[in-house]
């Protein structure tokens, strides 16, 4: 028995050494796959953690083929599902869309409501005159003043729309719908459940202004940059939280210059014109939809009337930044923002919400 002893140790080292290295191959973790789509004018970016690359490259096929089609479905000035709607509205007819449609205008008109109309969907020819309805930036001069006068007072507003189970009609014939204002939220509320349903559990997907997350990444939070509007860099970065959302808009993304004045693509309804004095919004939300919209309405409201209507769309955690360079949050937007390297360009204000500010009722919503 003494003889074989050494042998029977150096067998079970042998093994001992071949379940370590079977061990460290099966705990490896799965390596991060990232894909780059092309979708709302825009690069799409999906990144997964922790999956196998077949589950992962799958999964990610299934929410490019639905993204595809919310791109092709949801485009204002490109045959498709909102095409046709815009051509029903203008002529007075009653339209029947696929339902996931129908169930993103109610949001819309919601998210309108909540508002105060500083986000509205229905300026869809708003938006053509001011040349941002194609995915390439507009060129030539702004519009005539009378152009726009006129279509104001026209008023299209989300409010004006019925929605009788799929079914689309509106009151007022200048009514075009252009979702670009919230598209990529929703879009990414619903890739976010695709992913899920594919059996992903640790995702991010970035879309231009908008991020949204699924889990983290490993023992990690995914960490995400905040743009600087006025150069190339970062102003702040954020951790997100499982099924968070951040999306900023701001006037460098779509816009052009005349007589040494920057025209964005960021409307308001009121009047017509792209908003001045806010040059970038940026809202955390878990909503997709809802952030997207929220950055839009907080551009358009101002310096003065961005806190009570971020309170009144139940925004808690956003960050303004005007023309002048100047930085404001909200307590829970501040409380999560991570100074760069150099820190913040300017401190930061914190402005606390209104209290007791409830959202507009509108009829019929």
């Not at 014939?173 to 890739?191: F, I, T």
């Not at 640790?202 to 202004?209: H, I, M, S, Y």
Request: proline letters at 8%; a negative charge.
């Amino acid at each position: 028995m003494t003889a074989r002893r050494p042998l029977l140790r150096l067998a079970l080292a042998a093994l001992a050494m071949l379940g370590l290295a079977g061990g460290v191959l099966a705990l490896r973790p799965a390596p991060d796959i990232r894909e780059t789509l092309y979708l709302f004018g825009t690069l799409v970016e999906v990144e997964t953690h922790g999956v196998p690359e077949p589950v992962a490259r799958a999964a990610i096929a299934r929410v490019e083929q639905r993204l595809q089609a919310l791109h092709s479905d949801w485009h204002a000035w490109r045959p498709g599902a909102l095409e046709d709607l815009n051509a029903a509205i203008a002529e007075g007819r009653p339209h029947v869309v696929a339902p996931l449609l129908a169930q993103v205008l109610r949001e819309g008109q919601q998210l309108s409501c909540t508002s105060g109309g500083l986000f509205d969907p229905a300026i869809g020819a708003l938006i053509e005159a001011w040349g941002f309805h194609a995915d390439t930036p507009p060129e030539g001069a702004a519009p005539p003043g009378t152009v726009i006068a006129a279509l104001v007072a026209r008023q299209p507003r989300m409010t004006d729309l019925s929605i009788s189970g799929a079914e689309i009609r509106s009151a007022n014939r200048a009514v075009q719908l252009d979702l670009g204002a919230y598209a990529k939220g929703a879009a990414l509320d619903l890739a976010a459940h695709e992913l899920r349903a594919a059996g992903v559990a640790d995702a991010v997907l970035n879309a231009g202004g908008g991020v949204q997350v699924i889990g983290s990444h490993g023992a990690r939070p995914w960490r995400v940059a905040i743009r600087d509007p006025f150069q190339w860099g970062v102003v702040a970065a954020i951790a997100l939280r499982p099924g968070e959302a951040l999306h900023t808009s701001g006037n460098y993304e779509r816009y052009f210059d005349q007589g040494g004045v920057r025209f964005s693509h960021l409307i308001d309804p009121r009047t017509g014109h792209p908003v001045q004095g806010i040059v970038s919004v940026s809202v955390l939300d878990t909503s997709g939809a809802r952030a997207d919209a929220a950055a839009t309405a907080l551009a358009v409201a101002g310096r003065e009337d961005w806190p009570r209507v971020a309170a009144a769309m139940g925004i808690r955690a956003a960050m303004v930044i005007a023309d002048d360079g100047t930085i404001q949050a909200t307590p829970e937007m501040n409380a999560r923002l991570e100074p760069v390297p150099g820190g913040f360009p300017s401190p930061v204000q914190v402005i606390a919400l209104p209290e007791g500010v409830l959202p507009p009722v509108c009829p019929g919503i």
